[in-house]
């Protein structure tokens, strides 16, 4: 029976990696100062290897550009994307914790602010509201200002509201700490609980949900969402330019077993240990016919793989503020091919089957990449590229972790 | 894309009346519930007379109607919760909405009345998307759509057939969790409709739904009672039964199934200790009743809902039969509603 959790979150700081690709620069990280200062980061820095990434001060990490891929994997780097962001799974290979979470460089915290805890309020010539708060006001521990851009005016009321967190009893909105109650709690993916996450506080099973089955299922990943700018495709994005997420469900669920879903990359957790080495985010970028459909690849992969393990996903809480909307335009020559080939890549996963003894992670992504091959090489070489890079990607994985159990 | 507008006159607010004095009831539902037309059904074990407030468009059902139209020996299935039952095979409309008797509207997270009805009604109006999981839920929403790598075939859904809502205050949990948390009330309002995926099972509550009677009205079914089956949520499992076959039928059909908004307002009542002094029955034949249904295959030949709940049915007799005499007339019932649906369900003209 799920009881309530009365426990602070553990803050797993010497078991947990933030893994952040980029390109550009990570002042985005002043804002998340005060929920990541605490953890180790591995930046996976893309393009242009000569270029120097600034880290804010105060911040304990590790930085691998191209040079560092190409030398740490050799050969093997050719697994690797370039000029996308798929180049953070190698985070994920490197690291040494048991757990990842992983956040896209233009991607806030998301809080409510209150009235009175607004210090100060400016506008900038591009009509950005700039917006001073003391964090004490969301939280006793932290003290300090967060500076928030781009907030959603609520017209209703007469203070700035910015993004929501509509829980009312003063739960901490720490975006990393709700993964982490995520991945600590189990999950239910072999039958769905009406009242979503029984293990959430308030919550529990509901009448007729099976006894045998309450204590659940290891959780393996747990996927965020986001307020402002949604995770939508070039063609929506193109038909809705305006459109904004200003919906906070207050929710976490467990995706059931047999079920897929589009895995986006910006705000995820995961269980490393569990589920890490189908994590892979394939081939994208330059020199490859697709792009933004990297996550999408590691999700389907990652969730047979789940289903075939006895693992659960979780999906919904917590928000971050997706700040910044990609140029349509350009998505849609990345994505364009995806669109196409989506269609036949879903019945693919729905269908795909791991024999018994497929028993370790590795080896259902090593027989994964032997389906792929042999039922999508068809569609396009392409795939018969990816499934070679889905098994160099293995071996890579187990020869820099090769001392894990 | 298009919706397509459910008028008044297309629905039936059906309640099955298992307090005499509905007055209170009634009038918290008048702003939402006035504009339809009602089937109440009175428990046949009631004995007091009903009190219904005038200025209602309705029809009230009891044991007299029950005996004249499926004859004395059945109507022993619509006792209890299940007298809602009747109210489902005798209206003639495309759409039912049913809530208990001990629920009043709730208000949303920013104070407002919560027009179940309408909500409920938008559910079935808007497709359901069972064959991929679409992240920000229901993507026919208002400021919501599919995200990134939603299959553009998969979009334009399929018809929704069940609409299951949701409690607040007092959640649907089992009588051991409750007794276990005497205090717990649910308060989480989760602003989400969702599809439940196909093949995904769950016990979908009987206490706030709605459902298109034309597509799968014979497979909202009273069978499963329990021995010591009782007034109280905490003592049935009749809807959960029957919510396990409609979502069979759904899946099986390609129709969908939704669960989240609306939220109604759960009164206390009962004691979940009292009723877990009863029989823990229920709970120990979910572990029985779970794994079946998410197993159970129907053949292709089953085209129509009436077809899958009779190969259902049998499939219950032979496979849970053996097991418990409960579940060989939970069978017998099941056979027993689909020739009663026919019968007297299926008709055009009112009765």
Not at chain 1, 6 to 24: A, F, G, H, Q, Y
Not at chain 1, 144 to 158: A, D, N, P, S, T
Not at chain 1, 167 to 183: D, M, V
Not at chain 1, 198 to 205: K, L, S, V
């Amino acid at each position: 029976m799920a009881g309530s959790s009365v426990k602070p979150t553990p803050v797993l700081k010497d078991e947990l990696d933030i893994v952040i690709p980029t390109i550009r620069n990570l002042d985005f990280l002043e804002m998340w100062r005060p929920f990541f200062e605490q953890y180790h980061l591995i930046i996976v820095q893309d393009g242009d290897p000569s270029k120097i990434i600034k880290v804010p001060e105060g911040f304990d990490y590790e930085l691998y550009n191209r040079n560092d891929i190409n030398r740490i994997l050799g050969p093997k780097a050719s697994c690797i994307s370039f000029k996308d962001s798929a180049c953070r799974c190698f985070g994920y290979m490197v690291s040494k914790k048991k757990y990842i979470y992983t956040i896209d460089d233009d991607c806030f915290v998301s809080g409510s602010l209150r009235a009175d805890s607004v210090v100060f309020v400016s506008v900038s010539g591009d009509g950005a509201w700039n917006i001073m708060v003391d964090l004490k006001f969301l939280d006793p521990l932290f003290h300090g200002f967060l500076c928030f851009r781009e907030l959603y005016l609520e017209k209703r009321y007469r203070s700035v509201v910015g993004m929501v967190a509509k829980n009312p009893s003063g739960e901490q909105i720490n975006a990393l700490e709700q993964h982490i109650k995520n991945l600590l709690s189990p999950s239910t993916p072999f039958f769905f609980n009406t009242l979503y996450d029984p293990y959430r506080e308030g919550a529990d099973f509901v009448r007729g949900y099976p006894f045998s089955l309450r204590e659940g299922a290891p959780t393996a990943v747990s996927h965020g969402l986001w307020l402002n700018i949604p995770d939508y495709d070039a063609p929506t994005q193109l038909v809705k330019p305006l459109e904004r997420n200003t919906r906070y469900v207050d929710t976490v669920l467990t995706i059931p077993k047999g079920t897929l879903f589009p895995m986006c990359g910006m705000n995820l957790g995961f269980n490393r240990e569990l589920i890490g080495p189908a994590m892979y985010f394939g081939l994208m970028g330059d020199g490859q016919p697709i792009g933004r459909y990297d996550d999408m690849w590691a999700g389907w992969c990652m969730k047979v793989i789940c289903d075939h393990m006895g693992y659960g996903v979780k999906t919904g809480l917590p928000y971050i503020w997706h700040s910044k909307a990609s140029n349509p335009f350009v998505n849609l020559k990345k994505e364009y091919k995806g669109i196409y080939w989506q269609e036949d890549l879903i019945p693919f996963f729905q269908s795909a089957v791991l024999p018994k003894e497929c028993v370790t992670v590795q080896q259902c992504y090593i027989e994964l990449a032997k389906q792929v091959k042999e039922k999508l090489g068809k569609i396009d070489p392409y795939f018969i590229k990816l499934a070679d890079a889905m098994v160099t990607w293995i071996e890579a994985w187990d020869e820099l972790n090769s001392t894990a159990k | 894309m298009s919706l397509a507008n459910i008028k008044d006159s297309d629905v039936d607010i059906v309640i099955g009346a298992l307090h005499s004095d509905l007055t209170s009831f009634l009038n918290e539902w008048r702003p939402i519930f006035s504009r339809f037309h009602l089937i109440i059904v009175k428990d046949p074990d009631l004995k007091e007379e009903l009190r219904i407030p005038e200025g209602f468009n309705l029809d009230v059902y009891s044991k007299s109607h029950i005996d004249r139209v499926v004859g004395s020996s059945s109507s022993m299935v619509f006792t209890g919760y299940s007298c809602r039952y009747f109210g489902f095979l005798v209206s003639r409309k495309k759409y039912i909405v049913s809530i208990d008797d001990d629920c009043i509207p709730a208000k949303d997270s920013k104070g407002f009345l919560i027009d179940a009805v309408a909500q409920h009604l938008v559910n079935l109006a808007t497709p359901a998307t069972p064959f991929f999981f679409n992240t920000l839920y229901d993507p026919y929403r208002e400021g919501a759509d599919f995200v990134r790598g939603y299959p553009f075939s998969l979009r334009s859904g399929v018809a929704c057939a069940l609409s299951c809502g949701l409690w607040l205050n007092l959640a649907d949990l089992d009588a051991p969790t409750q007794a276990l948390k005497p205090e717990q009330r649910n308060s989480r309002y989760v602003d989400a409709v969702m599809t439940i995926p196909s093949r995904a099972m769950m016990p979908l509550s009987g206490i706030n739904i709605a459902f298109d009677r034309e597509a799968v009205g014979p497979a909202l079914l009273p069978a499963l009672k329990l021995a010591g089956e009782g007034n109280l949520r905490w003592e049935t499992m009749e809807d959960i039964w029957s919510g396990m076959c409609v979502k069979v039928v759904c899946d099986h059909l390609g129709l969908g199934v939704k669960s989240g908004l609306p939220y109604v307002w759960r009164k206390d009542r009962g004691s979940a200790v009292e009723s877990l002094k009863k029989e823990w029955e229920g709970v120990k034949l979910m572990e029985e009743i779970a794994p079946f249904f998410q197993l159970v295959r129907l053949p292709q030949t089953a085209a129509t809902t009436e077809d899958c709940i009779i190969e259902m049915a049998e499939t219950v007799k032979q496979q849970l039969g053996p097991s418990n005499p409960v579940f060989t007339r939970a069978a017998e019932a099941m056979v027993e509603w689909v020739k009663l649906w026919k019968a007297v369900g299926s008709g055009s003209s009112p009765l």
